[in-house]
DNA sequence: CTGTATCCTTGGAGATACTG
DNA sequence: CAGTATCTCCAAGGATACAG
């Protein structure tokens, strides 16, 4: 009964809930779903146009997991043609604000990444003796 | 010149470079390596046995990466056998609090995510008649 | 319009062995 | 210790066609 009860609190455990929930946003498309839906209900057709890039089917698979973990509604009006709309939950409103404090960080250090970037890639067309030399001396 | 110079702004545009830095957090084991070198300094043994489920693979890929756009510093002390140390870099640091309001979210919303996925697993087995009825009301 | 079903291809990732 | 190299395999995901 009390073999694996609450594997809860500590997000490096492969097993523990926590690290499934914070993973719900950690893919491609999630993100950007969010993104989309903060504006309101919007349908599918309307998101895929909207988000550059997606599949219908991944689309459709995102939104799947998105409902199934609470964090969207999906509302079906049987008209023909259908009309599908989707919209934030009250549980996906609260991912909010993290998630915008996310895209707010892409925003401000573009340039610091794209700069990492190409030092990086030059870096293996040079020696770098002297650097690691100094970094040794760190120590 | 001028072809392509700017795809900076729209994050929902494939090709945009505001999207590639937003999906450096948007993956499996990115973040678990923030959150593990927030306390600091770690060696590769260190992370790998810290980071519950991740291969040896994995893990040197992801710091790799996460080189590469400046998230991460890697010091190598050549000295046998080789220590090799990582750390945030200051571009990793910015991402600290971002990161933090994520987990946060996820830790304080455990519950919600778990009885969104049972109730949504259990709606297949039972028929749901009226609860589309009621929706298509809403309109 | 909003999907589902099927096929098919690619590469993501584990396992294992080897190296400085 | 901290990787790299190689092999292998499964499954993620695109393309296409079809359906309600």
Redesign the pocket.
Known sequence: METKEKSYPDIFQADCLSRQVLQLVA???TPLVIYALEGGTM????L?KRID?????????T??VMERNGLVQ?V?YPV???????SLTPLGQTLREPMEALRVWAYGHLQEVAHARTTYDQRDQKPIQDEVATLVQQR
């Open positions: 893919d491609q498309w349908r599918f057709g309307q895929l890039g997606i599949s219908k089917k991944m689309l459709t698979q939104l799947r999906r079906v023909v043609p259908p009309v599908v709309e989707y």
